[in-house]
């Protein structure tokens, strides 16, 4: 831990040292000297500065003043300086890419910058001139949301969404609501799946299994139908967003903690490496890291099996998916990071983000003829002579039409989306304004658990459906919506996607899904 700090130090200590050098007085002055704004700058962007002054904060747009003082910056020579720090697994290999595909798309040319503690820096040049420089400091998101709120970071990388603690120390810090709109974007979207090795035999697990595993309950391979052999428990360090999804996924339902035992890594490509070299092994791994390793099918006691695929992660039908965030301050971002994070939501991104091994936000449409796993698990989960004919009902009003893999699912208790779902809804809402569904027909279906009577279910699951609808087009404020037929179905439980007896089946079965002819 020691090592960690030490290191998350050292890559902060520039982006540190340039904001104490800017902490100086300036003053700002209207060309004709009418207007004078005295205080500390705070920041520079190469467009606007940032002064803290008697009255407050202030951004002031450069181009209307004139700048004196010992803290004013050189506007011939500025560099932007933006600086991230979080998670690893985001720091690695996705945003770098991101960052060269960025700079070939406009014009610059990049140089990386080693940093002490495995950290860097990214530079965007203009033939020999510096125009920018991103600066990773790579930790965990424990760490990226700690500096954020220290104000000793522009962008948060994170694993996991932020939690309660976290939400409060930024409103402390005068950062406002970091959920609120606008204050995070999901990057992309990856899961923590179960590992062994090739050779193991073991080929499926529940969940209360693999909390069991976790917990030290279950410790030996028998109980899951393998050999007499002790099991040794691999994951990432406890600080890690990966370590704490699986907390706040898989634990906090059972009450339980973590067993001592376990053997942690701060790099999933370590983990993956002592899982494949011992076959009485499990890890809890990165889907996009999992390497040679064979992930597990979760099942469940109802005879649904899920297995981790692309599609499956991209739907949010894989339990355990997990959308990596990148957390934003209320403050205005230099104009390239601003390009920059615009960039990341178009099509040329996604596509840097599929080879970079995660599972990126491009929207697709899935036929019915990919259907098949879906179809037999709602046969299997159907009541009889009703469930049949429920069941028939949806396939006659989906027949000849593909899903979107935007789906939309709620916070536990609550009616409010959740993360994924809240991003998917501006998404849905951008090609709407943008006439991708001019002249289509969207079915927005919605589906329930199968607590309670079926007719009930029902109507809860059009409720949630009429409620994601209108999200979607209250947020499509430019769109011409009379261009697209719109409507909502209500299928309650008729199409599970796991288990009913555990709190996570019944989460994943609540849902909304969108169907397109």
């Known amino acids: 831990m020691t090592f960690l700090r030490a290191a998350i130090c050292a890559a902060l200590f520039l982006t540190v040292l340039a904001r104490g050098l800017a902490a100086q007085d300036v003053t700002l002055s209207s060309p004709d000297g009418a ?69 070939l798309r406009n014009g610059y040319q990049t140089q990386r910058e080693p940093l ?87 080929r499926e697990i529940t969940l209360p299994q693999l909390a069991g595993i976790l917990t030290g309950r279950i410790n030996n391979w028998q109980v899951l139908g393998g050999p007499d052999a002790p099991i040794s428990i691999h994951m990432p360090v406890s600080g890690s967003g990966l370590s704490q999804a699986v907390e706040d996924k898989l634990m906090a339902p059972s009450g339980a903690g973590f067993t001592s035992k376990i053997n942690r890594h701060d790099r999933s490509s370590t983990l993956v490496r002592r899982v494949l070299i011992d ?9 996009a890291e999992r390497g040679a390793a064979r992930v597990l099918t979760l099942s469940g006691p109802c005879g649904f099996s899920l297995q981790a695929s692309r599609q499956a992660v991209k739907t949010e039908d894989y339990p355990l998916t997990v959308p990596m965030f990148l957390y934003l301050p209320a403050r205005r971002l230099p104009k390239v990071a601003r390009d920059f994070l615009a960039y990341v939501r178009g099509p040329a991104a996604q ?14 449409l899935i036929p019915v003829s990919r259907q098949g796993n879906r179809l037999s698990n709602a046969i299997l989960a159907a009541d009889q002579k009703a469930g049949l004919a429920e069941l028939q009902r949806l396939v006659t009003a989906l027949g000849g039409m593909r899903r979107l893999t935007a ?42 658990d199968g607590v309670g009577p079926a007719d009930g279910n029902r109507q809860i699951a059009m409720k949630r459906a009429a409620a994601v609808r209108d999200a979607v087009i209250k947020a499509a404020e430019t769109a011409d919506v009379s261009r697209v037929k719109i409507r909502t179905e209500g299928f309650g439980e008729v199409l599970p996607m796991a288990c009913d007896d555990s709190d996570w089946g019944r989460q994943i079965n609540r849902r909304v899904e969108v169907w397109v002819r």
Do not use: W
């Open 407 to 448: 789906t939309f699912r709620f916070e536990p208790g609550s009616s409010r989306p959740d993360a994924q779902s809240r991003s998917n809804i501006e998404q849905l809402a951008r090609a709407l304004e943008a006439g991708e569904f001019d002249a289509q027909e969207l079915v927005f279906a919605g589906f329930s």
């Open 116 to 202: 002490p503690g495995g950290n860097f820096s990214h530079v965007l040049l203009r033939g020999q001139k510096p125009a920018a420089r991103f600066t990773f400091a790579v930790s965990n998101t424990d760490a990226g949301f700690a500096a954020l709120v220290a104000d000793e970071a522009d962008i948060a990388m994170a694993t996991r969404e932020i939690r309660l603690l976290e939400r409060k120390a930024a409103r402390a810090a005068g950062l406002g609501d970091l959920t609120g709109t606008g204050r995070s974007r999901i990057l992309a979207l990856d899961a923590f799946v179960p590992v062994v090795a090739p050779a193991n035999p073991v």
């Open 35 to 103: 207007v004078e704004i005295t205080g500390t700058l705070l920041g520079f962007d190469g467009e606007f500065y940032r002064v803290q002054t008697q009255f407050g904060e202030l951004t002031v747009d450069g181009s209307g003043v004139a700048c004196d003082g010992p803290g004013c910056p050189s506007l011939s020579a500025f560099v932007a300086e933006i600086t991230f720090a979080g998670s690893s697994a985001m720091s690695e290999v996705m945003l770098p890419a991101l960052i060269e595909g960025f700079a």
């Open 351 to 364: 596509a840097v983000i599929r080879r970079a091994g995660f599972v990126d936000q491009a929207p697709e």
């Open 279 to 287: 076959p009485f092994a499990i890890g809890i791994a990165s889907y």
